[in-house]
């Protein structure tokens, strides 16, 4: 970012987490950095109840679960 070659960054994630006080991206002008909770928003309960919904449907159906990661 300092030389050009990105015209800025949003992190949600950094290492080290959390970055140190005094950090350079914590003064860098073309940075936003987020405290790890980037994915949270007002809309995000509705959709975490409609994915719960679905895969306990999916369940009861013997169907494959949605975002399965590990099985």
């Not at 914590?26 to 950095?33: E, H, K, Q, Y």
């Not at 809309?43 to 009861?60: C, F, Q, S, T």
């Amino acid at each position: 970012m300092r030389r050009g070659l990105l015209a800025g960054a949003a992190l949600d994630v950094t290492d080290p987490e959390p970055l140190p006080p005094g950090h350079p991206l914590w003064s860098a002008p073309n940075c936003f950095v987020t405290p790890h909770v980037s994915w949270q928003s007002t809309a995000i309960v509705d959709r975490l109840a409609g994915l719960i919904m679905e895969n306990l449907g999916r369940l009861d159906r013997d169907e494959p679960l949605v975002n399965l990661v590990h099985k």
